[in-house]
């Protein structure tokens, strides 16, 4: 199937979970990570039983605090 991730369109195999994804892209500090798929954000606890499917466009998001 295909999947845009992160703007780039990718070939994976079909029934790929939001959890395998992100261990085959290697995201970094995945307990921090928010997934987005088609605009839709994915609650955390959700990312194991959360199929992929052919043509989703999937973000990896961080929020970042900071200022003063």
Do not use: C, W
Not at 15 to 22: A, D, K, N, P, W
Not at 32 to 53: M, P, Q, R, W
Not at 61 to 66: A, I, N, S
């Amino acid at each position: 199937m295909k999947l845009t991730v992160s703007g780039n369109q990718k070939d994976y195999a079909d029934g790929l979970t939001v959890s395998q994804l992100i261990e085959l892209e290697k995201v970094e500090t995945p307990m921090y990570v928010t997934v987005s798929i088609n605009e839709a954000f994915i609650e955390s606890g959700d990312f194991a039983k959360t199929a992929l499917h052919d043509g989703d466009a999937v973000e990896f998001l961080y929020f970042m605090g900071g200022g003063r």
